[in-house]
């Protein structure tokens, strides 16, 4: 599995791309075009990749070289589509706004968000299994029960109050990260009201761009522990309520 420094996740309404789209834009912007890539960890130059994708015609796919991971699929039962670009270095924001915005102007562009790989996998990690797997301890951790019945209830990590958690809702993810991109589905699902209220406030960075989509910047760098929870839970408080 890849596991990344850096991460951006973009969310995009129901079967508004097709794989093929998104893999040719995320090739282009990321300079892959004369690549050796892996697609479904098979090796393979990059125009073959894009000839198998489209060869293929599935609504997913999974390419990834030494340094980049790119992860596209589609969740139906929750009407959107999901692409995460992931890097195994630290890139600066100006390369993460270049890489967002080779999407914005696509149709359905819902909301995109910059996160750490790590911190997202910990804040949302429920299993006691992945703990013990990586070596890590859960003492201390709030724990619940799954709510499965007899023999399949066991108790899990309560990750309800991270200020990290990621909770996926129809049409968009309850997320927050340190500079966000949110179109105009997004603020249709959460409400218009949400808009005024984040551009009216002073504590971040928030301009309306082209096509109604704000964009919000907390800090250069993604959230990495919960000494930005306050930041965190305040970005929510004014995109979620």
Partial sequence: MFMGVEKVELI????????????????????LQNSQINLYQE?????????????EGKPSFNIETS??????????AYRQQLLTICMKE???????????????????????CLLSDEYTLWQNAADPLQYQAAGRSYDGLPLVSNGLPSPLQKLVIDTSRN????????????MVGCAMWLGQPFWD???NQRRQGLLASRAYNAIEMLGG???LVASEAPFVDEA???VQEDLRRLLFG
């Fill in 12 to 31: 995009f309404e129901l079967d508004a791309l097709s794989a093929e789209e998104v893999a040719r834009r995320s090739i282009d912007v990321l300079g």
């Fill in 213 to 215: 989509i704000v964009r």
């Fill in 163 to 174: 200020p990290g958690r990621r909770v996926i809702k129809i049409g968009y993810v309850e």
């Fill in 90 to 112: 630290a890139r600066s924001l100006t390369v993460w706004e270049g890489i967002v915005g080779s999407f914005l102007g696509c149709k359905g562009f819902t909301q995109a």
């Fill in 189 to 191: 699902l959460v409400g």
């Fill in 67 to 76: 340094d980049v991971s790119i992860h596209f699929s589609t969740i139906r």
């Fill in 43 to 55: 090796a393979m130059s990059a125009k073959s990749a894009l000839e198998r994708i489209v060869r």
């Fill in 228 to 230: 930005t929870k306050e």
